[in-house]
């Protein structure tokens, strides 16, 4: 019989998202929604020293902007709640016992400082320590202690912790979708923390206890937890739930532009670009990160930047809408190496997506830009503004440096085209074209150009030489949309003006 397909994000909340963790969590959401199956937020915070307030928050204003939905989980409910590992911290221990009974954990007594001071001898002795099979023996735990010592130590509330016992000369296999089979032997292996005397679970133990009682059918999660895998099949091992264990798929690493190392949290911003979602703010040292939706990108945009960082569908098509990832998706086309962010491309994705995104809501955003400096125009307007320069764009934030001069007069003239076009006689053609604009009644872009034209030809004037200079006057500089749309856009009485403003202002 086929399983439900299940899967789950499972952020710690000690920060802002990293867009590596964002890509994780969209390769789950495109596998949950091609199978039909689900999609589960769960948030594991058993770490409370490094718990973050504001993070769990933040996640889920990241992935609503984005437009990636859960079907379960933190903020949702869902018939497998609680969904937040410290919420569920009572149901961990009896798993904890039920490895401690069947021999497959032992309690370990060691007391932070006994463990340093013995890394240090090590260390003095150039080798390096671990808590495994050959060294658990000479250590304090219940292996090596009697049962009247553990029992007493237990009973004076001696603090402990639970750790797994690695079977000796074990190969423990793996069959990650992605890499193949990967192979470990137990001997490498230290014998992890599961859970401490505080009641709280590791990560080790409440990711498995909670996949098992989430019935996730498939853990795709990045590469960075390929290590800790050995230990989580031999916990599925050890429980008895082999037969449900969850397919592994662990995903290549986000690496820097230049390839050199993993994308880390601290490169965004030194690098030129977010490595986050959203604007975060530290709450403890008010330091600004910089996030994609503020900078300016299109929630689509960034979703497709990032379905493309180690996946491709294998054809040319590279404009891809949630709803065709959803169908062109596969865990078999995702790649094993590492995938180097390229800002080029993000820019590139966005310019697509801004030539796609609807006028109106471009312009409410550029209307803010524009209020901001004190420009009041009707979104009609702007949005005719959008039409006619967003493709010379990749942000809102480019609108203003390509169509300023539809809102406000030019306060200087560029010289390298005054130098090159601006003759004797020009002041004198541009008063006739003024005298011409004067007399148009039908004041439309098609019209205008049509009458100057007229006229230029019949004058048999130069014509690339004269628009450059009705350019110059109404715009300032060389940039800039078909000038009749221009003339058209600030109609009849602000072109005149420009004309003879320029007339006044340009003396060679
Ligand atoms: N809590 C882990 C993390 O922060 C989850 C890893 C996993 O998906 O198993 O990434």
Redesign the pocket.
Known sequence: MNRRVRVRF???PTGPLHIG?VRTALYNYLFAKQNNGDFLLRI?DTDQTRFVPGAEEYIIEAFKWLGINFDEGVGIGGEYGPYRQSDRKPMYKQYADELLNSGWAYYAFDTPEELDSIRKQYEAEKKNFQYDCNTRGALRNSLSLSKEEVEELLHNNVPYVVRFKFPKDTEILINDLIRGEVKMNSNLLDDKVLYKSDGMPT?HLA?IVDDHLMEISH?I??EE?LPSCPLHVMLYEAFGWKDTMPEFAHLPLLLKPDGNGKLSKRDGDRLGFPVFPLQWTDPKTGDISSGYRESGYIPEAVVNILAFLGWNPGTEQEIFSMQELVEAFSIERISKSGAKFDLEKAKWYNHKYLQIASNIEIAKQFDLILKDKQINASLDYIEKVVSLVKERCSFVSDLWEQSSFFFEKPSSYDEKIIQKRWKEDTPEVLKEIIGLLDSVSDFTTENTDKIVHAFIEERQINMGQIMNCLRLSLVGAGKGPNLFDIVSMIGKEESIERINKAIEAIKK
Do not use: I, K, L, T
Request: aromatic share 18%; charged share 20%.
């Open positions: 499972a952020p710690s963790g594991e990560y990711n853990v999660r990045g937890w």
